[in-house]
């Protein structure tokens, strides 16, 4: 099947116990992690005690209560958030973690509704459906294998893109239980772990567009 990555995005998630109003811009750029006009220019959507949400030209930050997130929307950028995730964790090593999450999301453009068809006839069989239903078809696929006694998990969404007429969204999250809640860990993991996670994402992805002739 011919296909093409069209929109490519990663993003790192930490679980932990976060104070969402002190990840602001100028806060970034007091400690040194973002330049000044960085934090000049930066879109602010929400700041509250609860919520904090701001964007910049290269990434974007949602921190709530208990989640941490950081997303980058062009590959160019990848290493960018590592560098500013592993910078502001480093400052904050009193901050209890439970949990790391590395995810690269891919759209996929596709050559046709029939590949985009089989596609899904490979990875999810219609025929037991076709008992009982009249014109079954994949809207969403969830795929988990767990590793190391459930301390390491990747999981593997499928859906139809909703950002391309014809495409195929194929999610990758690799999650990382946080022994002893200790930022320290999840630093190692992720600076050992982030190009292999983003690597093997991509690779999984084109093994299963591959089975598509």
């Known amino acids: 099947m011919n296909y093409s990555l069209e929109i490519d995005e990663a993003a790192i998630v930490i679980l932990g116990s976060f104070n969402p109003a002190l ?4 806060w970034f750029n007091a400690k040194g992690l973002i330049k000044p006009e960085e934090a000049e220019a930066s879109k602010i959507e929400v700041t509250h005690p609860t919520l904090s949400v701001f964007s910049m ?3 974007k930050v949602q921190v709530e209560l208990e989640r941490f997130i950081i997303q980058a929307t062009n590959p160019f950028h990848f290493d960018q958030i590592l560098d500013l995730v592993l910078g502001t964790f480093t ?3 009193s901050v209890p973690v439970k949990a790391l999450g590395m995810n690269r999301m891919m759209h996929f453009k596709v050559e046709s509704r029939e590949k985009m068809d089989a596609f899904g006839d490979m990875i ?10 009249k014109d079954p078809g994949l809207s969403h696929l969830i795929m988990v294998d767990p590793r190391d006694k459930a301390k390491e998990s990747t999981q593997i969404t499928i859906q139809r893109s909703n950002r391309l007429e014809l495409g195929i969204f194929i999610a990758i999250n690799d999650h990382h239980d946080i022994d002893n809640n200790k930022i320290d860990d999840m630093l190692t993991i992720l600076k050992n772990s982030w190009q292999i996670s983003l690597s093997k994402g991509e690779e999984k992805a084109q093994l299963l567009l591959n089975k598509v002739k």
């Open 57 to 59: 030209d290269w990434c």
């Open 23 to 26: 990840f602001h811009p100028f």
């Open 91 to 93: 400052l904050l090593e």
């Open 124 to 133: 999810a069989p219609k025929e037991i459906w076709k008992n009982f239903m």
